[in-house]
């Protein structure tokens, strides 16, 4: 632990006062240091997140059951594009393609349009290969803050993309 080394005696004739070093073994506090660190850490809560969105996913169909129907004119279908774009068209037969931005006036705006007018709406919500990760969450918070609950992440289709590329906005 703690040693007390002396210096030799000086061989002159006078008399001088042992001189002691003190050498402090600092292993055991720092020991100590670490097993409270590392209880404190263990036993301390780590904070959780105060705003998570809880997503409910189904259990995987069977093939022999029959998928819920909805009707055409419920639903809205949201493509996400690139550079923070969504391009949106109600229906399905012969859609219009409308273009907006994650802005309250865009999205937001539009989401709590077509709320108050289309009774059960069913969003389909469809991310495109240059769309970031970061959309998608935007998305599910816009959701989250007009209070719809019935939507489908889906899969780009091969039409949707050439509308997209039609839309020309």
């Known amino acids: 632990m703690a ?4 210096a030799p005696a000086a061989s002159s004739g006078k008399v001088r006062r042992k001189r002691t070093t003190l050498h402090i073994d600092m292993t055991p506090m720092v020991d100590l240091a ?8 263990l036993t ?6 105060a705003y998570i969105m809880r997503v409910t996913v189904p259990e995987k169909a069977e093939a022999s059951s029959r998928l819920p129907t909805v009707k055409a004119d419920r639903v809205v279908t949201l493509i996400l594009g690139e550079k923070d774009k969504i391009y ?4 399905i037969v012969n859609p ?5 931005d994650f802005s309250a006036k865009g999205i937001r705006a539009m989401l709590l349009q077509k709320k108050t007018e289309i009774n059960g709406l069913f969003l389909l919500i469809k991310p495109s290969e240059k769309s970031r990760y970061k959309n998608l969450v935007d ?16 899969e780009i289709t091969p039409e ?5 590329s039609d839309s020309n906005l």
């Open 3 to 6: 040693a007390i080394a002396s």
């Open 34 to 41: 670490f097993l409270l660190l590392t209880f404190f850490i």
């Open 44 to 49: 301390n809560q780590l904070i959780k997140e």
């Open 88 to 91: 949106w068209y109600h229906g």
């Open 96 to 100: 219009q393609v409308h273009v907006t």
């Open 139 to 154: 998305i599910l918070d816009e959701m989250e803050i007009t209070k719809i609950q019935r939507f489908s992440l889906v």
């Open 160 to 164: 949707d993309k050439v509308l997209v």
